[in-house]
């Protein structure tokens, strides 16, 4: 079984603040890490290849520095890595990026299973595996929360609605995206670190994955943002004073009529 | 792309350190863009000499968008229910409507469905089309995806608003990728924008810490899902008259390659949690499991449901459907009472539309007391109890 995971690199979102004067992202400081979920996508694909065998290769689109974040997937257990990454790519919207990673993965040769994060930390789109599973014209499962059976070309697992669950089997290939009860990742081995350090990353451009290139980046997103701002918060702030004792007598008198 | 001006341009670096990608640099005395540039905008907003400027090129979709009319509505239906949200969505639906001076439709697919049409014109829709059939009593990708895309090439509406849901975020970005639309996920606000009539879609990003509004000026639909409880419903208008379509799709369209062997309702307290008028919340002020417990033991004695803050649910003292915040549910009850939770952006843009908001916190400049209503800096193991004590009393009376 082949298996791509898709992931990507992202800043630690609870660091990132708009500046009230500049109303500009003040993101100084702020690490980049591997979208949470995807390392749960990642976990996944390990453990269905340690159990089923195959191969697991990690994608990413984004700028050089995402290597690091490949890295780190192989430290974890991902057997090779592919980087995606082009100024072409910049400004992309999620039916752009979309499209630069079904002609990536359609360029190394395509997958029996393709997995990636429930959504990513920064845009929190989760747009991109339902819309990446219609360009690749296969199946779709969203919020994957276990995995049950994977033999003979068709995998049964659970998936995770508001409501509770329902069991699905699908053929393959097909493309999931896990939430993360799913499983808990592993940290990566020393001999793991070892080999991502050493391991080629080998790194697609626009041309290498034949794209057309009215497609890619900003100009090929239909969605444009027209303005970031902070979040208003209601400010009420009335705050109960006394002991302990009179305070829950005032709060009991204002929530009685109520309820 | 992000072009330079090297002859305004004055070496300031004001763009070098905004750019949160390190992409732009200054290097002879002016900015140079490397790799990194995703286009985000903030050195050009910080530029004071407008040296920077991103560069559109001339769009490549070819939508005839004055082909497309009309207010579209996905009426999500599961488990023999419409859901909330889609009553919701009529009501912000409506008002787009009217302002676009367009009618406004529902789409209602699943099986078993009689009556549920009216319900929805009850609530604002002037049309309704509905589409019956045995094979479409479960939810999946592609049989829902495909009978949507399939209505809205046919009748082209200017805009496709859905829930936030599990169902609508699951299916509505492969309608929009066949449809070459776009889409604007977990949407907090609608408008129409008076000089040409676009929407304007308005979400949250970065976890809850910055909103960004989004257009879609080339393409049609203009497609977003919405967060539940965000959008206010109409009252309800049995008086109101609209029209019922039955639609009968090709049967090839409704074939899933992905079968659902089993749709389980777990947890009811969790189903419950987002239509409860009272919520009990918990966060890592309660220590532990033991701690937790005394929050299930107010929400019984005020006959409310259980939520909780990230931390306790990464803790492991309550399962992940309680979980309220960015990542977990969005609640508006009527009293959302807060033991124990710091009130980080993540879990606040969860909850500020409760009614009234109780926040109990041992640390006074805690971010949960900016949006109480009533707050009271104290130790959640003495306050809560005590206010349990008060409510028995009470139910006993």
């Known amino acids: ?98 499209y630069t990673l079904s002609q990536a993965i359609k360029n190394i040769g395509g997958a029996d299973l393709i997995l990636c994060g429930k959504q990513a930390i920064d845009g929190d789109t989760a747009q991109v595996g339902p819309g990446l599973a219609e360009r690749m014209g296969i199946p779709f499962v969203a919020y994957v929360r276990k995995v049950n059976d994977c033999a003979g070309g068709s995998i049964k697992a659970e998936r995770l609605m508001d409501d509770g669950y329902d069991a699905v089997e699908v053929a393959l290939p097909a493309l999931f995206t896990v939430v993360k009860e799913i499983n808990e990742p592993r940290v990566p081995s020393l001999k793991g670190k070892m080999r991502a350090k050493k391991l080629e990353i080998n790194t697609l451009n626009a041309v290498d994955i034949e794209a057309d290139l009215d497609q890619l980046g900003l100009k090929g997103s239909p969605t444009q943002v027209v303005r970031v701002f902070s979040p208003e918060l209601r400010g009420e702030r009335s705050m109960l004073n006394g002991s302990a004792d009179e305070q829950v007598a005032q709060l009991f008198d204002k929530l009685e009529p109520l309820l | 792309m992000l072009r330079i001006d090297i002859e305004a341009c004055i070496g300031c670096g004001v763009c070098e350190d905004t750019c949160t990608f390190g992409a732009i640099k200054v290097e002879d005395g002016h900015a140079v863009v490397g790799d990194g540039c995703t286009l985000c905008g903030s050195c050009v907003d910080v530029c004071e000499v407008d040296a920077l400027v991103i560069e559109r090129e001339e769009s490549v979709f070819k939508t005839k968008i004055d082909e497309w009319a009309g207010v579209w509505v996905y009426a999500e239906y599961r488990h023999g229910r419409i859901a909330p949200v889609a009553i919701e969505l009529l009501g912000v639906g409506r008002k787009l409507a009217d302002q676009r001076q367009a009618p406004l439709s529902a789409v209602l697919i699943g099986s078993k469905l009689d009556g549920q049409g009216e319900e929805l014109v009850a609530y604002g829709a002037d049309k309704v089309y509905v589409v019956d059939d045995p094979a479409l009593a479960s939810f999946t990708d592609d049989s829902y995806g495909n009978v949507l895309t399939d209505l809205a090439q046919e009748h082209k509406p200017e805009i496709i608003l859905a829930g936030a849901t599990a169902i609508g975020r699951s299916f509505i970005p492969r309608v929009a990728t066949s449809l070459a639309a776009g889409l604007t996920a977990d949407c907090t606000n609608l408008e129409i924008r008076e000089e040409d009539g676009a929407l304007l879609q308005t979400r949250p990003a970065f976890g809850g810490n910055i909103m960004a509004t989004i257009v879609c000026p080339h393409t049609r639909p203009q497609m977003a899902t919405v967060r539940p409880l965000v959008m206010k419903p109409l009252v309800r208008d049995d008086a109101r008259r609209g029209e019922i379509v039955l639609v009968t799709p090709e049967p090839s369209r409704l074939v899933s390659r992905v079968k659902v062997l089993e749709s389980v309702i777990e947890d009811l307290d969790q189903v419950n949690l987002t239509e409860a008028d009272i919520v009990v919340a918990g966060g890592r002020g309660l220590e532990n499991e033991k701690g937790f417990a005394m929050i299930k033991e107010l929400a019984d004695v005020l006959g409310g ?93």
């Open chain 2, 305 to 397: 449901a259980v939520a909780a803050s990230r931390a306790a649910v990464d803790s492991g003292w309550v399962p992940y459907p309680h979980q309220v915040g960015q990542t977990g549910k969005t609640v508006a009850p009527k009293i959302y009472i807060a033991c124990g939770i710091s009130g980080a952006i993540q879990h606040l843009v969860g909850m500020q539309s409760a009614d009234t908001i109780i926040a109990i916190n041992r640390d006074a400049d805690a971010p949960i007391f900016d949006v109480a209503t009533y707050g009271i800096v104290g130790d959640v193991f003495e306050v809560v109890p005590k206010l349990i004590e008060k409510f028995k009393q009470r139910t006993n009376r």
């Open chain 1, 1 to 98: 079984m082949k298996i791509i995971v898709c992931v990507k690199q992202v800043p630690d979102a609870k660091d990132v603040r708009l500046d009230p004067k500049t109303n500009t992202l003040a993101r100084e400081g702020v690490q980049s890490i591997m979208n949470p979920y995807d390392r749960h996508a990642l976990e996944e694909a390990v453990r269905i290849k340690e159990q089923f065998g195959g191969t697991v290769t990690v994608l990413s689109m984004g700028p050089p520095q995402a290597e690091a974040t490949l890295r780190d997937a192989v430290a974890c257990g991902a057997d090779d890595a592919v980087l995606v990454s082009d100024r072409a790519f910049a400004g992309s919207d999620t039916w752009a990026t979309t």
